[in-house]
């Protein structure tokens, strides 16, 4: 057996240490509630293991992860709606967790799972160790789902209110984890399962999964320490859920006022051109124009064709062109440019101009202006 009690110190002291951190963080949300939560999870998760292996036996098989997948989805749904309250029907996603805990106590003298490899011999608890390991994956696969399709989501929402992108607002740190999460567990599961059928792996996965939890534990906390509320309050969601005809039955926008402000928007664009503000977010061009905001949004979903993201990052680029087309502008680098034409990313300035133009900035300037600035 592998020993690993030195990693179950270092994440007990990680996570916990981390969990007062987070607890304590302001301002306070019903998002920084659940890290921390979840964090002290897994440090109880942790201790408990150390107690099993060292002292006495507590449990017949860990219990705990049972609430990755639900407070990995809870904690993004507050993370995107801040608004959101809490609702005690969330606790529904906790019953596999209270259901596996009891049983875990109650057979907790029993030898259920203390070796992978022992796992399909046919004793009494056979269904329950097969049922314990098919309720653990669907879980863990489930909830991964969830908090995928509920990322993506909330960054097709944000090109509707903001013109630019970061990792901050896109939360693309939390879905890279997140998939790295459940690979990892998917992976232990292929390991566990080579390790059933035989002595095909050296060591027990069993065991090392709780080293795994520890790296974990101490990647999400890091990130969840540094992560800010993502919008402002007064942002509202309750259409998220909607389509976009629904969204728009009871604004009581007439079609000649919705012409006339789309005209007043691209006029205020090229007069003021308020793009090159990097940080332009949809209330900011709603005070510039005393437009209603969510009138803008309907206004360029529905006349114009385009959500806002794509409205405020063309203009940005024209502007990039015909600064390319300056000779002032020679000695100064495409990115340099970039950045005073209003992007603030250069992956989201390449990936633009190129959707816009067909060209990367480069191929376009060495089309066009080769004696312009360079990256």
Not at 90 to 106: E, G, N, R
Not at 110 to 119: A, C, E, G, V
Request: hydrophobic share 45%; net charge neutral.
């Amino acid at each position: 057996m592998i020993n690993i009690d030195p990693v179950l110190y270092i994440g007990i002291s990680q996570s916990f240490f981390a969990g007062l951190l987070i607890s304590t963080k302001k301002p306070v949300t019903n998002a920084n509630r659940i890290l921390a939560a979840w964090v002290f999870l897994i440090c109880i998760e942790l201790t408990f293991a150390l107690i099993n292996s060292t002292v006495i036996e507590m449990y017949s098989f860990p219990f705990v992860s049972f609430t990755y997948g639900p407070l990995l989805f809870l904690y993004i749904s507050f993370m995107v709606n801040p608004r959101k309250k809490f609702n005690w029907l969330a606790l529904l996603h906790f019953i596999p967790f209270i259901t596996f805990f009891i049983v875990s106590v109650i057979f907790r003298s029993k030898p259920l799972m203390r070796d992978l490899r022992s796992f399909f011999v046919p004793d009494r608890f056979i269904s329950l160790r097969i049922v314990y390991s098919t309720a653990m994956f669907t879980s863990l696969t489930v909830y991964s789902i969830l908090a995928f399709i509920l990322i993506r989501k909330h960054q097709k929402n944000l090109k509707d209110l903001v013109s630019y992108t970061s990792n901050v607002m896109t939360l693309n740190w939390l879905k890279i984890l997140s998939i790295s999460l459940y690979l990892a567990f998917i992976i232990l599961f292929i390991l566990g399962g080579l390790n059933m059928i035989g002595d095909i792996i050296p060591f027990d996965p069993y065991f090392v999964v709780f080293g795994f939890i520890s790296a974990f534990s101490f990647v999400y906390s890091y990130y969840g320490i540094r992560q800010p509320a993502i919008f402002d309050p007064e942002i509202e969601s309750n259409n998220d859920e909607k389509t976009e005809p629904e969204k728009y039955l009871k604004s009581g926008l007439k079609d000649d006022q919705a012409r006339e402000y789309l005209e007043k928007l691209i006029s205020v664009m090229e007069s003021d051109r308020p793009f090159l503000n990097r940080d332009l977010s949809i209330q900011d061009l709603s005070v510039i124009t005393d437009i209603p905001r969510h009138h803008i949004t309907q206004v360029l979903n529905e006349v114009h064709g385009k959500n806002f993201f794509t409205f405020i990052n063309e203009y940005r680029v024209e502007e990039v062109i015909a600064r390319f087309k300056d000779p002032a502008n020679n000695n100064f680098t495409i990115l340099a440019i970039a950045f005073d034409s209003g992007f603030n990313s250069k992956t989201t300035f390449n990936s633009i101009f190129k959707l816009q133009t067909g060209m990367t900035p480069s191929e376009y300037r060495e089309r066009f202006f080769p004696d312009g600035p360079h990256l």
